[in-house]
């Protein structure tokens, strides 16, 4: 498999925090190698001497940085300043730019996930797409930094995106960069008692917003079902995965992970709270379900609290440890592997739904707009007293939206059924 090399544009996929970095490691500290390091003070030398152009010591040496944590795994990098704050303000839910996540794949810039309601998401960019030039600048041979940089711009200004969709011909799709302000989660009913619970991305306050939600739609009255849509959700802060696994368990291992040092071994377990009660639950994904949304996924499924339903999501199973440098500088370091409640890393694998449903668009019968007897003027009421049907108005567009989602009416199904069998 090829591999993928992610960075945000917009959103980080997951982030444990800001940890300290420990001097003791539980092996004992390897000596330097010196011949290793005679090479690079030589090739070091050799560059700045000999190359066709003067290079500045500072621009080679961040460049050397910058290559060795690029040669460890896909997800860790080099934080130059305005990177470094670009990604604390993805946490925070406010930034700017197009409002997609993308990784690296053949030398192309894949498009991971689409945010709700950004530029990208209206533009009708999808998870999978290729883009293969930036503004007419091809991005093959490109690096993923320079395709992110090429790819922000003040808010406002125009960008043009040539994408390869499957086996399609390329295509062009113009956009116009923005301040993305991303509400991480939106509430709905689907049908009286049957809620759904619509998290983009996980920010910093999600597991209060999921618990507040809750509280309100009990208060309202018997919830029957909760569809929980984690499609195309690229991650984000793992605290607030674990709040939203929390708020629907009682107790027990919500996600754990292991790495080197002893401070990347963490356990994270649920409360006794548990507003979400026992109400039944599903859980929608896809491929561009990652990281933060695989951890919740991964609990739900593996406490048996949710049906998880969907395609495979992403698969990316490493934690990323931000570890700030003294000049507006940081380190994205990968530092340990999270696990299922079961044990299972869903590095490179994804979770696996209970029951797989592939996308499909519904239409609309055009039998549901003809008239009836009941539309006629003078026509007779019926004689048990029922309120007679009239004509059916066209659904907003959000509701037809809705309704055309296959994924979401098979959810919305699976819970009646389920709440029919509870009652027998």
Known sequence: MTAVQKMSIACVSFMLGFMPVQAQDREAAAPLPLNELRTFTEVLERIRTSYVEPVDDATLLENAIRGMLEGLDPHSAYLEP???????????????????????????????????????????????????????????????????????????????????????????????????????????????????????????????????????????????????????????????????????????????????????????????????????????INGGSASASEIVAGALQDRGRAVIMGTDSFGKGSVQTVLPLNNDRALKLTTALYFTPNGRSIQAQGIVPDIRVERAQLTRNDEEASYREADLLGHLNNINGEETPTLRTPPTDATAERDADYQLNQALNLLKGLNITRRR
């Open 82 to 284: 305005e990177a470094f704050q670009g990604l604390q303000d993805t946490t925070s839910g406010q930034f700017g730019g197009l409002g997609i996540e993308v990784g690296q794949e053949d030398g192309f810039i894949k498009v991971i996930s689409p945010i709700d309601d950004t530029p990208a998401s209206r533009a009708g960019i999808e998870p999978g797409d290729l883009i293969v030039k930036i503004d007419d600048h091809p991005v093959k041979g490109m690096s993923l930094v320079d395709a992110v940089d090429r790819m922000r711009g003040p808010a406002g200004s125009k960008i043009t995106l040539t994408l390869v969709r499957g086996a399609g011909r390329p295509f062009d799709v113009q956009l116009e960069r923005a301040v993305i302000k991303v509400k991480s989660l939106r509430t709905e009913t689907l049908e009286p008692g049957y809620a759904y619970l619509r998290i983009t991305q996980f920010q910093n306050n999600t597991g209060d917003e999921v618990r507040r939600s809750l509280k309100t739609l009990t208060d309202k009255g018997e919830l029957k079902g909760i569809v929980m849509d984690l499609r195309n959700n690229p991650g984000g802060v793992l605290q607030s995965a674990v709040e939203v696994a929390d708020a629907f368990l009682t107790g027990g291992l919500i996600v754990y992970t292991e790495g080197r040092l002893p401070n990347t071994e963490m356990r994270f377990n649920a409360s006794s709270a548990n507003p979400g009660k026992d109400i039944p639950m599903v859980v929608l």
